[in-house]
């Protein structure tokens, strides 16, 4: 039997995110109310969710450092009457330690019979692959070395909700575009062909970044990647010095400040994956439409409507429509 695993945003089909968006919308208005409901007296008389999953355990294996992707995926595994057996540092604190290969990690802890779902960060390009082809469960890639898939349903939920729409769409990133993020979500948005994808890199002139601005529903905004910069100096204090030359270019080019909020339409959005740095100063947080924070919070019911599909059969019902 094929496994519904989530390695490429690549691989999803449409019916399959809207289907995930009406699941997820509906976990978040029941989210928002109080977790229990209570008699009057304090005593719970209904769980919020149903509890689909009781019995079944979630391998969460990051080998990367994680605060949205593994608290939303841990939490939304509760919530949904779950269990998680969690190694957030892989290579120190499973036997990856003494050597043990990805692979064999993979094939043993998806062998206990019960956990049904691996979630795996790993820095490699080909890691959730690897992955997916020795586990006996489906994987779900929360980050490797090529792609953040779950990370695009996040976002482009987040675009549906706020500007009711993606069809159409002007979307813009900005910043670093080796980032995963701006890989899953690309691949992805190609199932709305109506959307219109530019960019603005740290090659572009200062005022690109105001011009695109006035012709962008969304501003999706990325943090330089530079723990990959640089890769090939080993003294450390010109490859420091490169650092900050990039970090300076970085920063001239795709910077969304207050001056370039002023130049988008009413009726637009700027959006951020997180962590942020000076690409998204705090200035601009008070702005209605700087929405990095309610899209870091999708995350939980995004991830609670995925693994509800998944372990329902409907995610892989909808893998050919
Ligand atoms: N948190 C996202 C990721 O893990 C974005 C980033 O780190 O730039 O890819």
Known sequence: MQLPHVISAKDFTRAQLDELFIK??????????????????????????????????????FDQPSLRTSSSFETAM??????????????????????ESLEDTIEMLSGNPT?????????????????ASVSSVPVINAGDGTEHPTQALVDIFTIQEALGSVEGKRITLVGDMHARTARSLRYALSLYPSTTISMVTAEDKPRSLLEAAKFSDVLYVLRPQQENWSKDVEDPARKAQRIK???????????????????????SIVLHPRPRGSELPTEVDSDSRVLHAVQGRNGGPVRIALLEMMHSGEWQRLENK
């Not at 009057?40 to 008389?45: A, L, P, Q, T, V």
């Not at 030359?245 to 909020?261: F, G, I, P, R």
């Open 115 to 131: 956990i049904s779902v691996l979630v795996l960060r790993h820095p490699e390009a080909d890691a959730a692959q690897r992955a």
């Open 78 to 99: 509760y919530a949904l009457g779950g269990n998680c057996v969690t190694y957030r540092n892989a290579s120190r604190e499973s036997s990856i330690a003494k050597d």
């Open 24 to 61: 997820a919308s509906r976990v978040k208005k029941l989210l928002a109310k109080n977790y229990y409901q209570t008699d009057g007296s304090g005593h719970i008389i209904k769980d919020f969710l149903p509890s689909y999953l009781t019995e079944r355990t979630m391998a969460l294996l």
């Open 245 to 267: 030359k990039s970090l300076d270019k970085y920063y001239a080019a795709c910077t969304v400040s207050n001056e370039v909020l002023a130049q988008m339409p009413e009726n």
